[in-house]
């Protein structure tokens, strides 16, 4: 008997490569949209954790000032705001970064004095995602 030598495809296996490669063309119309947007909540929660990290390293600081703190140590300390931030993208909202008092009678902030005992400091990042604290005299 004869051996016979194949130099090429059979006709089956052309039909079945191209319905295959078919298929994965279809999944990618389909699915490729969601699978470069699936990154997007991990952006969002780590710029998230970068805002929280920014806020305690704040936060760490305003425990470092020796008490009692007053309210000159508290201009001082929003004067420096910017020295504590370690993280990537986050800055301190100017605007809604000040002094307030808050009024018994509404539960509402006032920030029309200047000498107000709290410091209301917010942080934004490039998402437009904001955290406030506010720190007081002791």
Known sequence: MKDRKQNGFTLIEIIIALVCISIL?????????????SVSPVITLSRSADLQRGMDNITR???????????????????????????????????????????????EEDDTSA???NLKVTLVNSEEQSV??????K
């Not at 063309?25 to 947007?37: D, E, K, P, S, Y």
């Not at 406030?132 to 005299?137: D, H, L, M, N, P």
């Open 25 to 37: 063309a279809v999944m990618m119309v389909l699915f490729g949209g969601n699978i470069t947007q």
């Open 61 to 107: 600081a305003y425990y470092n000032l020796a008490p009692p703190i007053t309210h000159g140590d508290l201009e001082t300390f929003r004067t420096n705001l910017s020295n504590y931030i370690d993280a990537a993208g986050v800055t301190v909202d100017d605007d809604r970064t000040k002094f307030i008092q808050f009024d018994s009678s509404n539960d």
């Open 115 to 117: 000498d107000a005992p």
């Open 132 to 137: 406030s604290t506010i720190f007081t005299t």
